[in-house]
């Protein structure tokens, strides 16, 4: 590698043993340049080889120079030597000669020269390498033959010869020029005198060949050349070369010529003219060869020169360098004749004069400098000058040229005194302005000349400029600055200050105040006082006239006394109320905004440090309640009044103590002990005293059993003072819930937790009841109810049997399992007496026994009941089992009957009540109208009896009523009455609420025993929504009516009359943000924005403090806008202004005027522009609010859709699959808060009657007359809820607690809190020219809350449509009654439907998007809404259709066995009041012209939402008498989506019967149809649901109608 550097970069070569290094695949070079500069090459050898060894060389070059480096390198192998070249040597010089040896090791490298081992004499060096060097060749020595011998081998060497050459390089001998002068002839010869042949030799001038001509000639022979010169001139000067060179080398000689001139002049001296005081140049100019010397000489005066005197050369006297003479500054002296003398040695010296004359320029001799005037007196100015004449003098004031005849003011006046000429200027008299620089000018011919007179006029100074430099509330400072001190020092200042409301003349006095002070203090002010200053200033010249009266307000100190009356008064455990009066209005110092309470805990154990409260003042007396205080605990309360500059001191320390409050936590280690089978000891702790909040006065026991049937017991307390109690006389073998409390005077404190015990076992009661009788001639059956007391777990029960005439003893016993309570004692004697009893066994052994009872066998056994009647309670959805076990020959039958009113109706067989062959009835999920008296009758031959059960269902308590009792600023207290509790005590109520604008509900749980409750931790000024629902042993109840409630608090608002801008200047201005009142709740955050008028862009500073805040960075001079936004918890409060900030000079700007002209256009071009830029931004927002709202709906119902087949693939069953047992409602577990049923309607349908009453409904009471502006008329009647296996497509009537249709009377009567709700159905008749009905099944509560009916209803409607062009869209919601989701799908669970129901088919057809406008959505009326079904209805629906399809053609005869719900037998034309799907299809099987009622087509299908009854009308659809049978999708419900079962007719007629009312019979007559338009039902007509076929429906369309021949019956509703 060889690196080198360079600028520029050098090249780098390669060489070896001095020979070029071939480029091959062997060697190879590579160079770059790094980023320092240098340059790196290296040379690759590859695969070495012998000849590869040798010396190495490498050479970088540029082209400045070059530089070498070289190294040798072996390579080992056999040696030799490299061919050599002979060498050239210069004579003279050192020559090197290299023995090019290749190969290693070798042992010697030897030179021989004429077979002499060199070196031989001093000039020879051999070197270690081989190496020969020859220092000063000499031709005759060492020109010759030399051999290098290199020894390879102890007795073997090689050698190698190489001849050298001497060559001479020529010798020129040393010449000289002589010396020349212009014209002679010159020769110079250039002799070589030694070098080798052929010699050449060239001449050359100042480095350039010189060719012969011009006066020049060269002559060359063998060894010598001449140069000859005609006629030497001053161009032949300059250094001549003789070169010489021959093959050895090239020599020089330089020698200089140089020819000689006499001096002459170029310019000559010429009399002229200088200027006194200005430069002048006497010119004069030579050249010659050697340059000539030049001296100048001056002879004085002006006469013939006597002898000239050479002129010193001083700093104002100079030779220039073209010999000319500079005088810098002509004087007088210098008249007179100079002469210009030149001389080189060549030749004779010239020399020539010339005269000098002086010009004297105008000139000022005498003026003052400076004077002084005094202001309104005469001032006189002198100016003396001189100069050649004539001369004029000028007077100037500053730059402006005095001209007394336009300034009256001024006079000047001249005068000659000899030689000079005075100048007088007068001032009459001077002033002020007089004091400047005043200037005479004196002007002649040959220049002019100024004096400057600096005037003072003096007077007394200007008042200074005072400025208020800070304000406090005892003391201000003052700055001033003196602008004019009347051009006389400044000796002092005097200060005057006063109240602004008293004059002058009781004013205060800083006087002679240093003049080298500019600011003083004034001390001693009072707070919050205006003030007026002014001020003074001196000299030696008198007094200035007061400064501007400046009027200052201090600012506000903090009071200096404390609020007197301080009072305290405990209000409650945790409040005290402070009172106090404001300080003195002497030592308020200021305005007292507000005060702090100080409050510290001064019992054992505290900290000792007040905590304070602030409030804002709002008159000489204060009230404030410290809240949130320890209960029963003293305080220590101080109060310090503020304003804005501080607080005051605080008042003496006054100490009250809380009210005594209960106890917050239970008594400790609470534990139950059994004694006995009726005595329980109950031990506990005293709580933390801490926790006491008063005196403990005692405690409190609480107790209560709980039953088997999960009823408990009355609830007892016992006080004591003591810390443990027995509990005597309590229910053997029964749990028990204790709990502890502590009391003081204040009341109960928290109870601990619930602590169950039971009590221990004892013998039990007598059985509590004894029934025998005989079966057969030798027996007779006993029976016993268990005991009312059991006392413990009956482990057996063992029956005595004792007969006085047989002479036995003891009496018989026989035993019985736990379980059987009825033994038959057989083998007894006939016409024999026996008397029987029975006891109950225990663990504790065997219990009192029962009534005895006497009992004979007999031959006949007529019906006996050997089951007992009595009251049976069992919570709703239960199964209940009424046994009737009953004995008698022949076995007797069993008839059951439930007491309706004045009548006993017998109970029928169906899916909800089952007989057992034992005379046991069955009751399934029972429900409040299951509750009554149940009489099972058994009969035979020889007689009959009779047990009566009374069935109590407990169901769900009904809604507290509840309201609001107090609000604070962080909590709201509720109080409530319980209502109905459904037949089971309350266990506990459930307490919800949320913030007004939020649905994330927050859960409370609160004791049975509680009526209130008090929420706290609330936010201030929060409007909350709070609900309430009760629970009993069945569940949870009806959730109470959300009430609205609000916080105390609201938000911030701004003082008018707080001074908002504290201080103002040029760039900041500080803002007091105390002005900002709370409103009760804590200020979050205080937003400002501010920007200059005219700017769009705003400026954001964020506070948390209602403190001072600074605002920076202003322009000056600038008007401003600013507002505010300060923020709390109960919102945010907005306040605007405007302020302006100072000038550069402390000085305030006017008000913006508004801009004329421009303004005005750009104010109309505005007015104009603005409506229609905000038409264009509202057209756009429109589109892109109705495009969003759009794109919300289509996810809508996309997620209806996905949601709807979600629950339609879970639901649907396999149309094979087997149905065992009952049919099942659907069962949807669905979590979804809002499922809606929207069914397309024709516009305009309008149901008439009065508030639905129940009356027998017939097709001649369709034919009455109705409004000629309505559509439809419509009555209602009842239909019985206890139905088998059909009804209503879900039996509503048992959502809710004590509902029991079959006792209703009317809408308008029944108001009994039991019987809440009916169903119904309502039927509707349009327009004799289109004959329609309308079934409505609905369920209403009957009942008014504030006036206001509430309906609940879920209904379902048919009827014809009649025009079809209208809008058809109308929605209603599915909002379950039930006050949870659960109780919902729990009703549905319970819903019977037919077995064909499973087999219908949900299908999703389609999805779009309604136009139907919301207004049409939400007519009717607006009842009152359950608290948890009052969620908004979608203002827009989206819709999804789906179809359901009937049953398979196999499954058509399903329904052939079912019963109609009418319990008589009909006619024909009472089918016209049946229910569409009861009716028999093989009633439509033939048709007759003379139908006695026309076809009842489903026309609405509505169910009614609990917050809004929509009116819905839905799409028409006719029946075709031959076709499928007709069927309807049940309802939905808030918590499912539609069900995917559909209801067909049954086709059993015999069965069927009209519904019934219970107020009015239908009388017979009334079932006759009129004969008119029904008589045009055709016989074959479309069934469809689609919006085509509705589109194609009319009254006319008979003929299309029998085109389509039968079809499969769809029906298309849609999902919102």
């Known amino acids: 590698m060889c690196a080198a550097k360079g600028a520029p970069p050098p090249t780098v070569t390669w060489a070896l043993d001095d020979e070029p290094i071939p480029r091959d695949s062997g060697h190879r070079t590579n160079q770059y340049t790094m980023s320092d500069g240098t340059t790196v090459s290296h040379m690759n050898v590859t695969s070495p080889q012998i000849k590869d060894g040798g010396v190495y060389r490498c050479t970088a070059r540029n082209s400045v120079g070059s530089a070498e480096y070289q190294a040798r390198i072996n390579v080992r192998g056999p040696p030799s030597i490299r061919a050599m070249k002979n060498i050239t040597a210069v004579a003279g010089r050192d020559t090197f000669i290299n023995c090019r040896v290749i190969g290693y090791p070798y042992y010697s490298i030897k030179w021989y020269k004429d077979s002499l081992v060199l070196p031989d004499n001093h000039r020879q060096v051999v070197f270690e390498n081989g190496t020969l060097k020859l220092m000063d060749v000499q031709k005759g020595m060492d020109e010759g033959e030399y051999l290098c011998s290199v020894l390879i081998q102890p007795q073997l060497s090689i050698s190698q010869s190489v001849h050298v050459t001497v060559k001479v390089p020529p010798l020129i001998q040393p010449f000289e020029f002589p010396p020349a002068s212009i014209g002679q002839l010159l020769y110079i010869p250039c002799v070589v005198s030694s070098g080798d042949m052929p010699i050449h030799i060239t001449w050359r001038k100042d480095g350039h060949v010189i060719l012969s001509g011009s006066g020049v000639t060269i002559e060359s022979k063998e060894f010598m050349s001449s140069l000859q010169i005609s006629s030497v001139s001053l161009k032949h000067n300059g250094n001549y070369t003789c070169i010489a060179s021959n093959d050895a080398a090239t020599v020089s000689r330089e020698r200089q010529l140089i020819v000689r001139v006499p001096p002459r002049f170029v310019v000559q001296p010429n009399n002229q003219d200088g200027i006194y005081g200005k430069a002048g140049v006497l010119n004069c100019s030579v050249d010659g060869y050697p340059p000539p010397k030049v001296m100048w000489k001056h002879a004085k005066g002006s006469g013939n020169p006597q002898q000239y005197h050479p002129i010193p050369l001083t700093g104002r006297i100079q030779i220039l360098p073209n010999s000319s003479l500079l005088i810098r500054h002509v004087l007088e002296e210098d008249i007179g004749y100079y002469l210009c003398?030149?001389?080189?040695?060549?030749?004779?010296?010239?020399?020539?004069?010339?005269?000098?004359?002086?010009?004297?320029?105008?000139?000022?001799?005498?003026?003052?400098?400076?004077?002084?005037?005094?202001?309104?007196?005469?001032?006189?100015?002198?100016?003396?000058?001189?100069?050649?004449r004539p001369i004029i003098i000028r007077w100037e004031k500053g730059d402006t040229v005095i001209d007394p005849d336009r300034n009256m003011r001024y006079a000047i006046t001249t005068k000659d005194n000899g030689d000079e000429v005075i100048s007088t200027l007068k001032l009459k008299p001077a002033?002020?302005?007089?004091?400047?620089?005043?200037?005479?000018?004196?002007i002649n011919s040959y220049g002019e000349d100024r004096g400057l007179i600096q005037l003072t006029v003096q007077e007394p100074p200007d008042p200074p400029e005072l400025e208020i430099r800070e304000v406090k509330a005892r003391s201000m400072n003052l700055r001033w600055t003196q602008r004019f001190d009347g051009n006389s020092i400044i000796t002092g200042f005097d200060i005057e200050y006063k109240n602004k409301s008293d004059s002058w003349d009781f004013k205060q006095s800083t006087r002679n105040i240093s003049p080298t002070i500019n600011q003083a203090n004034i001390v001693d002010l009072h707070p919050a006082s205006v003030y007026s200053i002014r001020m003074y200033s001196f000299n030696k010249i008198g007094r200035s006239e007061p400064s501007k009266e400046l009027t200052i307000s201090t600012e506000e100190a903090a009071p200096d006394g404390p609020p007197m009356d301080v009072t305290l008064q405990p209000m409650t455990s945790q409040s005290i109320q402070v009172t106090w009066k404001a300080p003195k209005k002497e030592l308020q110092n200021g305005?007292?905004?507000?005060?702090?309470?100080?409050?510290?805990?001064?019992?054992?154990?505290?900290?000792?440090?007040?905590?304070i409260v602030e409030m804002k003042a709002t008159g000489d007396s204060e009230v404030y309640t410290l809240d949130n205080l320890k209960k029963f605990a003293q305080y220590g309360v101080v109060v310090q009044a503020f304003n804005r500059a501080g607080t005051g001191p605080s008042s003496s320390e006054i100490n009250a103590t809380t009210l005594e409050d209960v106890p917050s936590q239970p008594p400790e280690n609470v534990r139950a002990i059994s004694i006995t089978s009726d005595v329980a000891v109950i031990s506990w702790s005293e709580p933390p005293r801490s926790t006491l909040n008063g005196v403990l006065k005692g405690y409190r026991v609480i107790f209560w059993s709980l039953y088997?049937?999960?009823?408990?017991?009355?609830?007892?307390?016992?006080?004591?003072?003591?810390?443990?109690?027995?509990?005597?006389?309590?229910?053997?073998?029964?749990?028990?819930?204790?709990?502890?409390?502590?009391?003081?005077?204040?009341?109960?404190?928290?109870?601990?937790?619930?602590?169950?015990?039971?009590?221990?076992?004892?013998?039990?009661?007598p059985p509590a009841g004894i029934k025998a009788v005989p079966s057969s001639a030798s027996s007779v059956v006993v029976s016993w109810l268990p005991p009312a007391k059991p006392n413990g777990i009956i482990r057996k029960y063992t029956i005595f049997c004792s007969s006085p005439g047989s002479g036995q003893p003891a009496p018989s016993e026989y035993e019985t399992s736990p379980d059987q309570l009825f033994y038959r004692i057989a083998h007894l004697n006939r016409g024999q007496q026996y008397?029987?009893?029975?006891?109950?066994?225990?663990?504790?052994?065997?219990?009192?026994?029962?009534?005895?009872?006497?009992?004979?066998?007999?031959?006949?056994?007529?019906?006996?009941?050997?089951?007992?009647?009595?009251?049976?309670?069992?919570?709703?959805?239960?199964?209940?089992?009424?046994?009737?076990?009953?004995?008698?020959?022949?076995?007797?039958?069993?008839?059951?009957?439930?007491?309706?009113?004045?009548?006993?109706?017998?109970?029928?067989?169906?899916?909800?009540?089952?007989?057992?062959?034992?005379?046991?009835?069955?009751?399934?999920?029972?429900?409040?109208?299951?509750?009554?008296?149940?009489?099972?009758?058994?009969?035979?031959?020889?007689?009959?009896?009779?047990?009566?059960?009374?069935?109590?269902?407990?169901?769900?308590?009904?809604?507290?009523?509840?309201?609001?009792?107090?609000?604070?600023?962080?909590?709201?207290?509720?109080?409530?009455?319980?209502?109905d509790n459904g037949g089971s005590s309350i266990r506990g109520?459930?307490?919800?609420?949320?913030?007004?604008?939020?649905?994330?509900?927050?859960?409370?749980?609160?004791?049975?025993?509680?009526?209130?409750?008090?929420?706290?931790?609330?936010?201030?000024?929060?409007?909350?929504?709070?609900?309430?629902?009760?629970?009993?042993?069945?569940?949870?109840?009806?959730?109470?009516?959300?009430?609205?409630?609000k916080t105390h608090g609201r938000e911030p608002s701004f003082s008018k009359d707080q001074h908002l801008f504290t201080h103002i200047n040029s760039t900041h201005a500080r803002l007091n943000l105390q002005g900002w009142s709370s409103g009760g709740c804590p200020i979050t955050a205080i937003v400002l924005e501010y920007r200059p008028k005219g700017n769009w862009?705003?400026?954001?500073?964020?506070?948390?403090?209602?403190?001072?805040?600074?605002?920076?960075?202003?322009?000056?001079?600038?008007?401003?806008?600013?507002?505010?936004?300060?923020?709390?918890?109960?919102?945010?409060?907005?306040?605007?202004?405007?302020?302006?900030?100072?000038?550069?000079?402390?000085?305030?700007?006017?008000?913006?005027?508004?801009?004329?002209?421009?303004?005005?256009?750009?104010?109309?071009?505005?007015?104009?522009?603005?409506?229609?830029?905000?038409?264009?931004?509202?057209?756009?927002?429109?589109?892109?609010?109705?495009?969003?709202?759009?794109?919300?709906r289509l996810k809508r119902l996309r997620d209806a859709k996905s949601l709807a087949e979600m629950l339609i693939s879970k639901n649907n069953r396999s149309f094979d699959t087997p149905v065992k047992g009952p049919p099942q409602g659907p069962r949807l577990h669905i979590d979804i808060p809002r499922v809606q049923l929207l069914i397309e309607d024709k516009e305009g349908i309008k149901q008439l009657g009065d508030d639905k009453a129940t009356i027998p409904v017939t097709d001649t009471e369709f034919s009455q007359a109705v409004n000629p502006q309505s559509f439809c008329t419509g009555v209602s009647l009842h239909h019985p809820a206890l139905i088998q296996n059909t009804g209503p497509l879900i039996d509503m009537s048992d959502i809710r607690p004590g509902t029991n249709p079959v006792s209703r009377k009317s809408v308008k009567s029944a108001h009994s809190t039991r019987n809440r709700y009916s169903s119904q159905w309502t039927l509707t008749k349009c327009q004799a020219s289109t004959p329609a009905r309308t079934l409505t099944s609905d369920w209403r509560t009957v009942g008014s809350q504030h006036g206001i009916t509430v309906t609940e209803s879920d209904s379902y409607s048919a009827s014809l449509s009649q025009d079809t062009d209208k809008g058809r869209n109308s929605m209603v919601s599915t909002e379950s009654a039930s006050s949870t989701y659960e109780e919902l799908a729990r009703a549905y669970e319970?819903?019977?439907?037919?077995?064909?129901?499973?087999?219908?088919?949900?299908?999703?057809?389609?999805?779009?998007?309604?136009?139907?406008?919301?207004?049409?959505?939400?007519?009717?009326?607006?009842?009152?809404?359950?608290?948890?079904?009052?969620?908004?209805?979608?203002?827009?629906?989206?819709?999804?259709?789906?179809?359901?399809?009937?049953?398979?053609?196999?499954?058509?005869?399903?329904?052939?066995?079912?019963?109609?719900?009418?319990?008589?037998?009909?006619?024909?034309?009472?089918?016209?009041?049946?229910?569409?799907?009861?009716?028999?299809?093989?009633?439509?099987?033939?048709p007759d012209t003379h139908e006695p009622c026309p076809v009842v087509p489903p026309r609405e299908a509505s169910i009614r939402n609990l917050a809004r009854a929509y009116h819905a009308q839905a799409r028409h659809m006719t029946l075709e008498p031959g076709a499928k049978p007709l069927v309807l999708p049940p309802p939905a419900s808030a918590a499912t989506t539609l069900p995917q079962r559909t209801l067909p007719m049954p086709v059993t007629a015999s069965t069927a019967a009209a519904p019934t009312a219970s107020t009015a019979p239908a009388p017979p007559a009334a079932a006759e149809p009129p004969a008119t338009a029904d008589a045009r039902v055709p016989t074959h007509s479309k069934v469809g649901g689609s919006r085509d076929s509705l589109l194609e429906m009319s009254t006319s369309g008979v003929g299309r109608s029998q085109k389509q021949g039968a079809g499969a019956y769809s029906k298309s509703y849609t999902l919102v």
Request: charged content about 20%.
């Open 341 to 388: 003398q030149a001389s080189n040695g060549v030749g004779t010296d010239i020399s020539k004069s010339m005269f000098l004359t002086v010009k004297i320029p105008a000139m000022i001799t005498s003026h003052p400098n400076t004077t002084i005037a005094i202001k309104g007196q005469t001032k006189e100015l002198n100016c003396t000058a001189r100069g050649e």
């Open 708 to 765: 088997m049937d999960g009823e408990w017991g009355e609830m007892q307390n016992i006080t004591t003072t003591r810390e443990r109690v027995e509990l005597r006389g309590m229910e053997k073998f029964t749990n028990y819930s204790v709990q502890v409390l502590a009391y003081t005077q204040a009341g109960d404190g928290v109870r601990s937790s619930v602590l169950y015990i039971q009590t221990k076992e004892d013998i039990p009661g």
């Open 591 to 611: 305005v007292i905004r507000g005060y702090q309470i100080g409050y510290r805990e001064n019992s054992p154990g505290s900290n000792g440090q007040y905590s």
């Open 1097 to 1192: 862009v705003w400026q954001s500073l964020r506070t948390n403090s209602s403190g001072e805040v600074f605002l920076t960075e202003l322009r000056e001079a600038t008007w401003y806008e600013l507002r505010m936004k300060a923020c709390n918890s109960a919102g945010c409060g907005n306040e605007t202004t405007q302020f302006a900030t100072l000038d550069y000079d402390g000085s305030t700007i006017p008000p913006i005027k508004s801009a004329q002209g421009e303004g005005d256009d750009v104010k109309k071009l505005f007015t104009i522009a603005c409506p229609v830029i905000l038409a264009t931004l509202g057209v756009a927002l429109l589109f892109i609010i109705r495009k969003k709202r759009k794109e919300k």
């Open 431 to 442: 002033d002020r302005g007089d004091s400047v620089f005043f200037s005479c000018h004196a």
């Open 835 to 979: 008397t029987l009893w029975v006891a109950a066994v225990t663990s504790a052994g065997r219990g009192n026994i029962s009534e005895k009872v006497t009992i004979e066998p007999a031959g006949k056994a007529p019906a006996k009941i050997i089951s007992f009647g009595g009251t049976v309670t069992t919570p709703w959805m239960k199964d209940v089992r009424l046994p009737c076990n009953s004995v008698g020959e022949p076995v007797p039958a069993i008839k059951w009957t439930k007491d309706s009113e004045d009548s006993a109706i017998p109970v029928t067989v169906d899916g909800h009540r089952l007989i057992q062959a034992n005379g046991t009835l069955v009751l399934r999920s029972v429900k409040a109208e299951d509750s009554g008296y149940y009489t099972c009758t058994a009969t035979n031959t020889w007689g009959f009896d009779t047990i009566i059960i009374n069935l109590l269902v407990q169901v769900p308590p009904d809604q507290p009523r509840l309201t609001v009792s107090k609000t604070s600023a962080s909590s709201i207290t509720l109080a409530w009455i319980p209502g």
């Open 989 to 1045: 109520f459930v307490l919800q609420y949320s913030v007004d604008n939020s649905e994330e509900w927050k859960d409370v749980f609160i004791s049975s025993s509680e009526r209130s409750f008090k929420l706290e931790s609330l936010k201030c000024g929060t409007w909350y929504k709070v609900k309430l629902a009760a629970k009993n042993s069945v569940g949870a109840g009806r959730i109470s009516e959300i009430i609205e409630a």
């Open 1390 to 1486: 319970h819903a019977k439907l037919e077995e064909q129901l499973q087999h219908a088919k949900f299908e999703i057809t389609e999805c779009f998007i309604s136009d139907s406008s919301s207004d049409q959505m939400t007519t009717g009326t607006t009842d009152n809404a359950d608290s948890m079904t009052s969620m908004s209805t979608p203002s827009e629906p989206g819709i999804c259709r789906f179809t359901a399809s009937p049953p398979k053609p196999q499954d058509s005869e399903r329904g052939k066995s079912v019963a109609v719900p009418i319990p008589h037998r009909a006619s024909k034309s009472d089918y016209c009041n049946l229910p569409l799907y009861v009716k028999s299809e093989a009633f439509f099987r033939k």
